[in-house]
C-alpha cells in the first residue's frame, strides 16, 4: 500500500494508537485506511484508543472521505456503519480462496479483481454487512469476507502481505495458531506459495480502481 501510494504521487501520514499518537484531522486527508491488529473492536476498557478511532472513522464516512478497512480495520468500518461484530464459527489463519459474490462480479471497484483469488486470512471474528452495503466477496470458512458502501470498502482478507509481514506476524501472533479446519500451520503461512506476488498486484489493481471510481465523487 505504501510502495502504491507513492508511486502514485500521494503524500502519506500515519497514526500508531497504541503508541499514543494523536488522531489526524478528517479535513488534512482525502483516504483513511485502517489496518488490522490483535485486539477485537469492542475491547475498549483494555484499548481505550478503539473508541477515538471509530469515532474518526464515523466523519471520515460522513465527510466524503475515501475509507478502506483491512480485517480489523473493516470490522470498524462495519461497526462504523451499523454492522456487528461477532465471533465467526471457523477461525481463518492461512492462505485459501476468496470468490466474488454476484454483487462483487457487478460493483465497478470489485470487478477488477478475479472472480476467485487466494488471499491470506488471519482473523477469529467476523463483520455484519452494514445496512445498504454490498456484499462483494466470500470464503468457504467466512460468508462476509468483503463489502462496499459509497466509499467505504471493507476487506476481511489481506492482499498487503509480504514475507517480511509474515515473519512478523508469525513472531508476535502465533499464539492464534489453535488447530482448526481453516488454520494453517506455521510453514505453510510463511511459504505463502504464489500468494505474495499475486496477492500484491491485486491489491494495487484494487487501489488504482478505488482511485478512478471513487475519488472524484
Same mark, same amino acid.
Given at each position: 500500500m505504501e510502495r502504491w501510494a507513492l508511486s502514485r504521487g500521494h503524500a502519506l501520514s500515519r497514526t500508531r494508537l497504541f503508541r499514543g499518537e494523536e488522531l489526524p484531522d478528517p479535513s488534512r486527508f482525502d483516504?483513511?485506511? #485502517?489496518?488490522?491488529?490483535?485486539?477485537?473492536?469492542?475491547q475498549e476498557d483494555k484499548y481505550?484508543?478503539? /473508541?477515538?478511532?471509530?469515532?474518526?472513522?464515523?466523519? /471520515?464516512i460522513s465527510g466524503g472521505k475515501i475509507v478502506l478497512g483491512v480485517c480489523l480495520g473493516a470490522q470498524m468500518i462495519s461497526d462504523a456503519l451499523g454492522g456487528v461484530v461477532t465471533k465467526n464459527r471457523y477461525k481463518e489463519i492461512g492462505w485459501f480462496p476468496v470468490r466474488l459474490t454476484e454483487e462483487g462480479?457487478?460493483?465497478?471497484?470489485?470487478?477488477?479483481?478475479?472472480h476467485s483469488f487466494v488471499a491470506l486470512h488471519w482473523h477469529g471474528d467476523?463483520?455484519? #454487512?452494514?445496512?445498504? %452495503? %454490498?456484499?462483494?466477496?466470500?470464503?468457504? /470458512?467466512?460468508?462476509?469476507?468483503?463489502f462496499i458502501l459509497g466509499k467505504a470498502i471493507g476487506l476481511?482478507?489481506?492482499?498487503?502481505?509480504?514475507?517480511?509481514?509474515?515473519?512478523?506476524?508469525?513472531?508476535?501472533?502465533?499464539?492464534?495458531? /489453535?488447530?482448526?479446519?481453516?488454520?494453517?500451520?506455521?510453514?505453510?503461512?510463511?511459504?505463502?506459495?504464489?500468494?505474495?506476488?499475486?496477492s500484491g498486484s491485486l491489491m494495487e489493481r484494487l487501489l488504482d480502481r478505488i482511485e478512478s471510481e471513487l475519488a472524484n465523487r
Amino acid at each position: 500500500m505504501e510502495r502504491w501510494a507513492l508511486s502514485r504521487g500521494h503524500a502519506l501520514s500515519r497514526t500508531r494508537l497504541f503508541r499514543g499518537e494523536e488522531l489526524p484531522d478528517p479535513s488534512r486527508f482525502d483516504w483513511l485506511i #485502517i489496518m488490522g491488529g490483535p485486539m477485537n473492536i469492542y475491547q475498549e476498557d483494555k484499548y481505550s484508543w478503539l /473508541a477515538k478511532e471509530k469515532d474518526l472513522i464515523g466523519k /471520515a464516512i460522513s465527510g466524503g472521505k475515501i475509507v478502506l478497512g483491512v480485517c480489523l480495520g473493516a470490522q470498524m468500518i462495519s461497526d462504523a456503519l451499523g454492522g456487528v461484530v461477532t465471533k465467526n464459527r471457523y477461525k481463518e489463519i492461512g492462505w485459501f480462496p476468496v470468490r466474488l459474490t454476484e454483487e462483487g462480479r457487478a460493483s465497478p471497484v470489485f470487478s477488477v479483481l478475479p472472480h476467485s483469488f487466494v488471499a491470506l486470512h488471519w482473523h477469529g471474528d467476523t463483520f455484519s #454487512i452494514p445496512p445498504g %452495503a %454490498a456484499r462483494t466477496a466470500e470464503s468457504d /470458512a467466512c460468508p462476509n469476507q468483503a463489502f462496499i458502501l459509497g466509499k467505504a470498502i471493507g476487506l476481511q482478507f489481506h492482499l498487503e502481505t509480504t514475507p517480511e509481514s509474515m515473519k512478523r506476524l508469525l513472531v508476535n501472533c502465533s499464539y492464534d495458531l /489453535a488447530a482448526g479446519p481453516y488454520v494453517q500451520e506455521p510453514l505453510a503461512l510463511a511459504s505463502g506459495g504464489d500468494g505474495y506476488d499475486g496477492s500484491g498486484s491485486l491489491m494495487e489493481r484494487l487501489l488504482d480502481r478505488i482511485e478512478s471510481e471513487l475519488a472524484n465523487r
